[in-house]
């Protein structure tokens, strides 16, 4: 399930469930949007990538699906690992600006 | 082998006391940053900088100084450090800013007593 407060929101799945985290992002001009993925004690790691142009985007176990029209974007994972736990970030870029960050979800994979 | 490289990983520093963090990047990226990661997770940019502009976040105290001696490394010195500067520093780079991803660094964790 997912919860939300003062701490940052956490998405608890069972090893081998899909994955689904959700981001709204805030300008409506925004046209590159970037999901990272941050492990305890790392920096954030490039997942994957879509711009305005499109829908849907597809990598290895992983795909972002973008809706502009409701300013929201998602990242879904296949089989959700134990190495998947981390926290996840939205990221938006207007026209070549610098990027801003969404607050983060905390992926859980449960055995 | 690594892209972005960042030092010190943790560094512990009374109030009053100025600090430098050092950044590398071997990507020969044009453009370097440096983000803040407060406790809550939340990453704020700070700075952008390639070697023809340097962007400011407005809401970056002048205490906070990048400083480039070139294309591949963008240092940040802190003056006059605050309890509230506390927090999770990540050097990043990308090929061209905006517009391509950002790559990171594996921070460092400054602890200001």
């Known amino acids: 399930g997912e919860s939300v407060g003062l701490h940052l929101p956490t998405l608890s799945v069972q090893e081998g469930d899909n994955s689904i985290i959700n981001c709204a992002y805030s300008n409506s001009a925004s046209d590159y949007f970037i999901w990272y993925k941050q492990e305890s004690g790392k920096g954030p790691q490039f997942i994957i990538d879509?711009?305005?142009?499109?829908d849907k985007r597809q990598g290895q176990r992983v795909t972002v699906l973008l809706n502009k029209t409701v300013k929201h974007l998602s990242l879904q994972i296949a089989a959700t690992q134990p190495g998947d736990s981390a926290v996840y970030f939205c990221a938006e870029n207007k026209h070549g600006q610098n990027f801003v960050f969404g607050p983060g979800t905390r992926l859980s994979v449960l055995p | 082998d690594t892209a972005v490289s960042q030092t010190p990983k943790y560094l512990v520093t009374q109030m009053g006391n100025d600090k430098s963090i050092k950044c590398e990047q071997n990507?020969?990226?044009?453009?370097m940053y440096w983000y803040k990661q407060d406790s809550k997770k939340f990453l704020k940019i700070m700075f952008s900088y390639n070697n023809k502009e340097l962007i400011i976040n407005e809401t970056v105290p002048n205490r906070f100084s990048p400083k480039s001696p070139d294309k591949a490394h963008l240092n940040l010195h802190i003056n006059s450090l605050e309890l509230g500067d506390s927090a999770v520093y990540f050097c990043a780079s990308s090929q061209r800013q905006g517009n391509s991803p950002l790559h990171f660094g594996n921070g460092t964790r400054l602890t200001v007593t």
């Open positions: 990507l020969g990226h044009d453009t």
């Open positions: 879509i711009r305005s142009n499109m």
